[in-house]
């Protein structure tokens, strides 16, 4: 199947710094990424639908101006965690829909990046 | 009412039961239907997709039944290793393909 990849996969860092944290689609192109914020013991919550070329569309609650996505190519979208407050802490996942074939509709989920904002 | 509901659980179960799990979606243009699992502190990973006429993989067998809503997953022969946490996904619209998951129920497997 296909793979996403993730990284960083841990990140702790000080109150006000900014984190940025890559999604790869490595073995196909992804028009369509979508990043996750998943609680302890809580659902996944979309975020954001990232799409090559074009601006984030961001869900309702969801502060642009604090999450930055980029998706600059059809490989790669980036979320950049601004100021980060410790109340921000928690499992970022992105994902990669497929477009074609038996996998159309199928989203591939990256590994994840733990967040912890001391 | 929410877009994707499920009940969490968890279900307690011993190895070897039979177990399912239902979901319901409010949307009626909803175009596809996933099973994901997803363990713990892990990311989700799909189990199997839905089919209208209902599919199944070795011991897990998923049926969509569209006039009530709701979509299945029953699990057989259950082991150890089915414990995690089973999310239910649904496509809908058209072009942009919303998801939406739902909150996902908890299955532990006991010897």
């Known amino acids: 199947g296909a793979v996403v990849s993730q990284h960083p996969s841990r990140v702790i860092c000080k109150s006000g710094t900014s984190v940025k944290i890559e999604c790869r689609s490595l073995?196909?192109?992804?028009?369509?990424m979508f990043w996750y914020r998943q609680f302890p013991k809580k659902s996944l919550m979309l975020m954001a639908t990232?799409?090559?070329?074009?601006?984030?569309?961001?869900e309702q609650g969801v502060e642009k101006d604090k999450f930055l996505i980029n998706h600059a190519s059809l490989t790669l979208s980036t979320l950049t965690v601004t100021s980060a407050h410790p109340e921000d802490s928690s499992f970022y996942i992105c994902s990669a829909r497929g477009t074609s074939g038996l996998s159309k509709g199928e989203q591939f989920f990256g590994p994840g990046t733990r967040l912890t904002v001391l | 009412r929410k877009e994707v509901e499920q009940d969490p659980g968890p279900f307690n179960v011993p190895e070897g039961a039979t177990v399912a799990f239902n979901c319901t979606y409010s949307n009626s243009a909803s175009q596809s239907f996933f099973w994901y699992r997803q363990d713990c502190r892990k990311e989700p990973k799909l189990l199997m997709s839905v089919y209208s006429s209902g599919n199944e993989d070795g011991r897990f067998t998923a049926q969509l039944n569209r006039a009530s809503q709701y979509i299945s997953l029953l699990i057989r022969d259950s082991k150890l290793s089915d414990s995690a946490t089973y999310l239910c996904?649904?496509?809908?619209?058209?072009?942009?393909?919303?998801?939406?998951f739902g909150a996902g129920t908890r299955l532990f497997v006991k010897a």
């Open positions: 073995d196909f192109q992804a028009t369509t």
């Open positions: 990232s799409n090559e070329g074009s601006k984030a569309t961001y």
């Open positions: 996904v649904v496509n809908m619209g058209t072009g942009g393909f919303k998801t939406i």
